[in-house]
């Protein structure tokens, strides 16, 4: 889970609703400056327990570069609306969401402003992937960020498997403060956990206080039945990489120099299956979007722009 360096939008960005016929979904759009060349449009899709915010960081200097961005809440995700159903999250018809999802974005654009560059960061990778599967034409790219190849690491599967479980029989609420101790005894004994990044789900107690009660809020607006769906997709994920390097076309694999859900060296070998351009953002783990956005956007403008009409 990613931890906004921010919850203020810049003056490039609002908040709107972006319109599909498979639903609304909750957005923020940055485009840029008055006078700037526009020089495509992105559409970016967050990872499991995310939201559009995690991609806060990068709206600005996106922009600023001459790129339109359109950060989404996918189904049951924060402020975008879902159904209690579990197979309503089934990786399909998360697929099939942003396609509908693409479609809306570049309606009656034309030239730049109209090709299409596609983001999906840890989870929103796999998902984007099935998309891109599902149909390649309506994009021009596909940036996968801290995603791997198949299932999360076992480790991490493991802590997956026990929030499936409690999602099960536990309310949100309840959840939501198991987690919240976990992770502070994690803190007090890291050498316990086995992983550096104790504070994937809830956040670390030391968090400045808006940005926890954000987390919370954020939380509390998830569809427990999309948690569960799209948890179990993180640790039954099949490789599907051959597949992907048979669609025509450009791949770029963006990490931080540190994951705990996919090792670094696997996503350096998916990149090479795929022909991929290779960004590790130093001095970032598994959010380069929030930990280190200047960098990363730098490093996505400049693989947008390398990109062929």
Request: hydrophobic share 45%.
């Amino acid at each position: 889970m990613s931890l906004p360096p921010t919850l203020d939008l810049p003056a490039c960005a609002r908040a709107l609703r972006l319109r599909t016929p498979r639903g609304d979904f909750a957005a923020h759009e940055s485009v840029p400056p008055a006078g700037t060349e526009v020089r495509g449009t992105a559409l970016l899709v967050p990872g499991f327990t995310g939201s559009k915010e995690d991609f806060i960081g990068l709206l600005e200097p996106l922009a600023a570069a001459g790129f339109r961005v359109l950060a989404i809440d996918g189904r049951g995700q924060h402020e975008s609306d879902g159904p209690p159903e579990e197979n309503a999250y089934a990786q399909g018809e998360l697929a099939r969401d942003v396609l509908a999802q693409a479609a809306a974005a570049v309606e009656g654009r034309r030239g730049p402003a109209g090709r299409l560059h596609l983001l999906g960061h840890s989870l929103g990778g796999l998902i984007t992937r099935a998309a891109v599967l599902l149909d390649a034409a309506p994009f021009a790219s596909l940036t996968i960020m801290s995603s791997g190849p198949a299932a999360i690491t076992e480790e991490q599967q493991v802590r997956t498997k026990l929030l499936i479980d409690a999602l099960l029989v536990m309310d949100m609420e309840s959840v939501w403060q198991a987690m919240r101790e976990y992770d502070t005894r994690a803190a007090a004994e890291p050498a316990r956990t086995g992983s550096p990044e104790v504070a994937d789900i809830a956040g670390a107690p030391e968090v400045p206080d808006a940005t926890g009660e954000f987390l919370h809020r954020r939380w509390l607006g998830t569809v427990p039945q999309q948690l569960v769906a799209t948890g179990r997709q993180l640790v039954t994920e099949p490789d599907r990489v051959a597949e992907l390097a048979a669609v025509p076309l450009p791949f770029h694999v963006v990490s931080g120099a540190v994951d705990f859900a996919w090792p670094v060296p696997l996503m350096d070998e998916m990149a090479e299956r795929l022909g991929a351009r290779r960004t590790v953002v130093a001095g970032a783990g598994h959010s380069p979007n929030a930990e280190r956005p200047e960098e990363t956007a730098r490093a996505l403008a400049d693989f947008w722009a390398s990109v062929p009409d």
